[in-house]
């Protein structure tokens, strides 16, 4: 269990649209870095870009959201074994051979009179059990995303975070370079935890206005 949550929380190639969430970053370093370094009278157009980095960051945000909604649309389609496998929290090795097993048991079903669809249907059907509902990655009932990814990405930028602010603890010297990467590592790794939170309290808004609809 411990193994399949941290495979989960470092499924890090479950980030969508990083271009946008690294636009954010960039323009935020930027106005930082003129802040810090020349320090201008005039602060409307610094304003300006740290509410594009913020504005930008909130896009990616929904984006993300959004996208893993979409993603998970073929999910839905149980008879596609591929796509049933690789949703699976499990190691490359692994999901190669789950995923052999239920294509030579589907041509098994096959061979006993059953349509292709129908074959591959029942073979995903046998195994949607527990213990493999619990190394999904997603959530149930509309198929959101878990969003376990976050918590990955908020670890490693607070552990950068810490690492940085050592260092220049450890060289006892000022650096703008080294304040900005922790503040920023810092800044981020708190708000990925705080769109943690946002998403499940979304998954549960939705559920309920779901159930209230199909009710």
């Known amino acids: 269990m411990r193994s399949t949550l941290l495979r989960k929380i ?11 969430l690294a636009i954010s970053v960039a323009v935020c370093v930027v106005a930082f870095y003129v802040d810090e370094q020349w320090n201008p009278r005039e602060q409307l157009w610094l304003s300006l870009f740290y509410f594009a980095s913020f ?3 909130v896009l990616w945000g929904g984006a993300n ?3 893993h909604i979409r993603v998970n649309a073929m999910y839905r389609r149980q008879h596609d074994i591929a796509a049933y496998v690789n949703q699976l ?5 692994d999901k190669t051979e789950l995923r052999n097993y239920l294509e030579d048991y589907a041509a098994d079903l096959e061979r006993q009179g059953r349509t ?4 591959k249907r029942e073979a995903v059907s046998q195994f949607k059990v527990k213990e493999f509902l619990s190394m999904s990655k997603h959530t149930r009932p509309f198929e959101s995303h878990g969003h376990h990814y976050l918590i990955g990405f ?12 050592l260092i220049d603890g450890l060289t006892d010297s000022f650096s703008i370079p080294g304040l900005i990467a ?3 590592l810092t800044v981020y790794g708190i708000c990925f935890v705080a769109l943690f939170a946002l998403y499940k309290i979304v998954d549960k808004f939705l559920y309920k206005k779901l159930q209230d609809y199909f009710s």
């Open 10 to 20: 470092f499924s890090l190639g479950e980030l969508r649209y990083g271009w946008l």
């Open 116 to 119: 292709k669809e129908e074959a």
């Open 89 to 93: 929290a499990l190691s490359a090795e």
């Open 65 to 67: 959201y959004v996208g």
């Open 182 to 184: 922790t503040t920023l």
């Open 154 to 165: 908020a670890a490693i930028a607070l552990a950068a975070a810490a690492v940085a602010a």
């Open 55 to 57: 504005l930008l960051a």
